[in-house]
């Protein structure tokens, strides 16, 4: 947890969860200004000291020289090269805009607003509102996207034609769909009863109410090697009676099947034009972040430490 104050709205012993890695850098940080300052008291410090009439530690680097050792990191970085082959604009990349990154991976990531808005320390809902509606314009977009790479459990594309959803289709295909482990179950009475109804025991691939698309091509392998597992692990027990070994081994024409889905979909994948491939991928990617269940604390990564910078380093007070 990092404790710190929020000067900008003026509150103070404001909590941010942080990831391990983030805690680790800060930690360093202080080592280094502690030993720059031996004789000061450790809770006097600042964590980034000014470099010049800052005996004792405590005066902050003022924040446009932070600005400038941050320009000149960035525009010594490699361009920063798109998906579609564009350059992001490297002007762009300001310390103040690592705030909306960092607010709109989470929305991204299913962060629920409230706990967003506590994270950023706005007062209002309102502001935080914002960054769920790029969510959802991105989701859209990669719903359009991946519909058209839908399967069934036999491998049939199902929205072979679809080229746009229209905002009926998109939101039949929500209230009218449940997720199941490795896809979605449209069948009616289970999607009423919030996927815990299932009226044949979950043997999704051989039902006709299952689809699956590019985006659960990790799932459904992941499934693949759990039935490959249990069959191995069924077979080796010998604490089973016959009939039960039966019927807990998964069926050959099960695992079969869902190689067979597998394949079928890394085959259309595989015929995809690259630059089409890449928009899937970038749209699996939205798809992803947007389905997983996701803590309230999230590593959304921080960019690596760059090497010694001198200037970074004469400001630490070295
Ligand atoms: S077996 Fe069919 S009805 Fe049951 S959860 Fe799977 S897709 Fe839905």
Request: proline residues 5%; aromatic residues 6%.
């Amino acid at each position: 947890m990092l404790i710190y104050t929020d000067y900008k709205e003026n509150r103070l012993q404001r909590r941010l969860p942080i990831p391990d890695s983030t805690a680790k850098l800060i930690r360093e940080q202080q080592a280094t200004v502690r030993a720059a300052f031996p004789h000061s008291k450790p809770a006097q410090l600042v964590l980034l000291p000014a470099a010049t009439a800052n005996l004792d530690g405590t005066k902050p680097l003022r924040a446009r020289v932070l600005t400038n050792i941050h320009r000149t990191w960035v525009d010594r970085l490699p361009e920063f090269v798109l998906s579609d082959g564009g350059v992001f604009p490297a002007s762009t990349v300001v310390a103040y805009a690592y705030r909306h990154s960092y607010a709109q991976r989470h929305a991204d990531a299913g962060t629920p607003i409230d706990v967003l808005r506590e994270l950023i320390g706005h007062r209002s809902v309102h502001s935080t509102e914002a960054y769920y509606k790029i969510t959802e314009a991105r989701t859209r977009a990669a719903v359009n996207r991946v519909a058209q790479h839908q399967f069934d459990g036999a491998g049939n594309r199902i929205w072979r034609n679809v080229t746009t959803l229209s905002d009926s289709e998109r939101t039949r295909m929500r209230v009218g769909q449940i997720a199941v482990p490795y896809g979605v179950c449209t069948e009616p009475s289970n999607v009423q009863a919030g996927g815990g109804a299932c009226p044949f025991r979950f043997r999704c691939l051989g039902c006709g109410h299952f689809r699956t698309d590019v985006a659960y091509l990790p799932e459904l392998k992941a499934h693949l090697d759990r039935l490959l597992a249990d069959r191995e692990r069924v077979l080796a027990a010998t604490e089973l009676e016959a009939w039960a070994k039966e019927e807990a081994t998964p069926s050959d024409i099960e695992i079969d099947k869902l190689r067979a889905l597998i394949r079928r979909v890394e085959a259309h994948l595989d015929d995809l034009a690259t630059d089409e491939r890449d928009q899937i991928s970038e749209a699996v990617n939205v798809l992803r972040a947007t389905r997983r269940t996701v803590s309230t604390v999230i590593d959304l990564g921080m960019p690596t430490r760059p090497a010694a910078d001198p200037r970074t380093v004469r400001a630490a007070g070295r």
